[in-house]
């Protein structure tokens, strides 16, 4: 009897022995934070000892953005004025981590929307080229190289477009300008901006860092006229579409278009287009690029060359010649067709950096 009961109590009290709970990671240590503050943007540069990767932690109103990095950096532009809290976090594994909270004072930018935090760069320099014009979009104006397209046009611009284009409908701030597309209730707005008798260029390189709109009936454009639109009009002045983009289901957010224009007989155009995976060119910013010389136009999307035209034919005239920069975001239109109940508004293209090397 009384070994049973001895083997009983054994087995009971084996079975209530507590298991041992792992072991955690070891801790990161000596976080720091470096605070930049410009224009609406705050930069977090952190570092710490026996940190795997980093988290930094942006709230705004009701939205919370989390930025991973491994080397510490993180950027978030905030579009209304006011103090906010910033968490910054080493990591050794997403459950062990030190942190550190930053209370930060920022004047926004007045953005209407939030422009990306990453994508696709090119250098500032290329064999065999000189930058001989650039716009970073510094400071908070534009400069004195641009000028503005006004009103609705002829037959929407042509296109059966349906914005009233203002010289309101951008913002330049924190690096970047914004040019945005609004729906003013019995209409739309927008801002189309360009270089027509300021700046033109006949040949180069040209690089144009930008993150696109988005929806149906959207359309944003990067692109060019010849110096003769004024004396010969269009197509004969010639037009260089360094990126179109018509917003809506499917691929259309995904997909960049680069086409030429010009008169032959007629209006003759010829062009290609290009698609990113796994997301919509409003995701991320992106490099659109020509490499335009005597001989010939290539198209590139973050230096992937997906179109070219040879001009060395004798109706190809129009592209030995000086050409303007035209920006804009137009709302509805022949090509992308109008707005629809998924639209939603306001919608921006930003552009960090346009730069012509020859």
Not at 27 to 37: A, G
Not at 118 to 132: F, K, N, W
Not at 151 to 178: A, H, K
Not at 302 to 309: F, K
Request: with cysteine; net charge negative.
């Amino acid at each position: 009897m009384i070994l049973i009961f001895f083997a009983l109590s054994a087995l009971i009290g084996s079975g209530c022995e507590k298991e041992e709970e792992p072991a955690s990671a070891a801790l990161p240590t000596n976080l720091s934070t470096v605070v930049s503050i410009n224009d609406g943007v705050v930069e977090i540069q952190a570092s710490a000892e026996n940190v795997n990767f980093y988290t930094v932690t942006y709230s705004e109103a009701a939205n919370t953005t989390v930025v991973e990095s491994t080397d510490g950096f993180a950027s978030y532009m905030y579009t209304e004025s006011g103090t906010y809290t910033v968490i910054t976090r080493a990591h050794t594994t997403y459950s062990d981590y030190i942190e550190k909270i930053d209370v930060v004072d920022v004047a926004a930018s007045g953005f209407v929307n939030v422009p990306p935090s990453s994508g696709y760069e090119t250098p500032i320099s290329y064999p065999g080229y000189s930058l001989v014009w650039s716009d970073e979009f510094d400071g908070t104006a534009l400069t004195s190289d641009w000028t503005f397209d006004i009103g609705t046009g002829s037959w929407g611009w042509g296109n059966n477009e349906l914005q009233n284009y203002t010289n309101q409908n951008y913002n330049v701030g924190g690096g970047y300008l914004e040019i945005f597309a609004k729906n003013e209730g019995s209409n739309y707005s927008s801002t189309r901006m360009k270089t027509q008798g300021l700046k033109s260029w006949q040949y180069g390189r040209i690089d144009i860092r930008a993150a696109m709109p988005y929806g149906q009936g959207i359309w944003p454009a990067l692109w060019m006229l010849g110096d003769s639109f004024q004396s010969v009009g269009w197509p004969a002045c010639g037009e260089i579409d360094i990126l179109e983009m018509i917003g809506g289901a499917g691929a259309n957010d995904a997909t960049a278009h680069g086409t030429a224009h010009w008169e032959s007989n007629g209006h003759a155009s010829y062009g290609n287009s290009t698609t990113v995976s796994g997301g919509k060119l409003a995701d991320e910013f992106h490099v659109y690029s020509i490499i335009w010389d005597q001989n010939s136009i290539k198209w590139l999307l973050d230096d992937v060359q997906y179109n070219e035209l040879s001009i060395t034919a004798g109706d190809l005239t129009e592209f030995h010649q000086n050409f303007f920069f035209i920006f804009n975001v137009a709302v509805g239109g022949n090509w992308p067709g109008n707005p629809n109940a998924s639209t939603t508004f306001p919608q921006s293209m930003f552009v960090d950096y346009v730069r012509v090397f020859q």
